[in-house]
């Protein structure tokens, strides 16, 4: 079963604007949601993480909202750039050590 | 450059050979992890260290699979009698139990596995 799913496979944005990726989990076990980044050929690269209690956390351009009552979290990132264009992964912690990641989004920033 | 390390990057074996990965975490942290990743999806948990002690594995790593971390560094992870559904991606990431933030996790630049 996906415990974590990011059901946007791609999305384009353009350059300065926001970008909005979205996951939704069934687990409401999981005590702490992280998004990673990834180029290809490269391992994926933290960007931020939230923790279960929490609703908003903010670093920089990125900002990691959660919606407990509808196991829904989302990354903002604004402005978009070009160095933005990845696939980004969502992913939890369900209380043990390990994490459950989602299926990914990638994310094209045009110029 | 003080991050997650893999040895090495791009394997390519015949159906039937054994292989052996490694990775060397972030020096401090003393856990370590194995995912494995294949296109289209997420990185998969397949198992993870605390120091020496392999504490948890998933049902994804078969008894084909053995992985070990003797001296609580560095890590081998080994496939025995590949075969084509192993191709995939081996990613190693580490973290510090203890620390602020234990559950954030640092991953290496993977290992690329086809078996043809």
């Known amino acids: 079963d996906q415990q974590v799913k990011q059901n946007s496979p791609s999305l384009s944005v353009q350059e300065g604007r926001i970008s909005i990726l979205n996951c939704d989990y069934t687990?409401?076990?999981?005590?702490?949601f992280l998004w990673y980044k990834k180029y290809p050929a490269e391992g994926p690269t933290f960007l931020i993480s939230i923790s279960s209690i929490k609703d908003k956390n903010e670093d920089g351009r990125f900002t990691v909202f959660l919606n407990k009552s509808a196991k829904h979290l989302s990354l903002h990132i604004v402005p978009s750039q070009p160095g933005d264009s990845a696939v980004y992964f969502c992913a939890a912690r369900p209380g043990a050590q390990k994490l459950v990641f989602g299926q990914g989004t990638r994310l094209t920033i045009n110029p | 450059d003080t991050g997650v390390s893999q040895d090495p990057r791009h394997k390519i074996t015949k159906r039937g050979q054994n292989v052996t990965f490694r990775c060397d975490p972030i020096?401090?942290?003393?856990?370590l992890y194995w995912y494995r990743q294949t296109l289209g999806q997420g990185p998969e948990f397949l198992t993870y260290?605390?120091?020496?002690?392999?504490?948890?594995k998933s049902r994804l790593l078969s008894d084909r699979f053995s992985a070990e971390r003797p001296k609580g560094s560095f890590s081998t992870l080994e496939i025995q009698r590949t075969e084509q559904g192993d191709s995939a991606m081996y990613l190693c990431?580490?973290?510090?139990?203890?620390?602020?933030?234990?559950?954030?996790?640092?991953f290496g630049p993977g290992t690329r596995l086809t078996v043809t």
């Open positions: 020096s401090e942290h003393n856990r």
């Open positions: 687990n409401s076990m999981f005590d702490y």
């Open positions: 260290f605390q120091n020496e002690a392999q504490l948890e």
């Open positions: 990431a580490s973290s510090l139990e203890g620390s602020e933030r234990p559950y954030e996790q640092y």
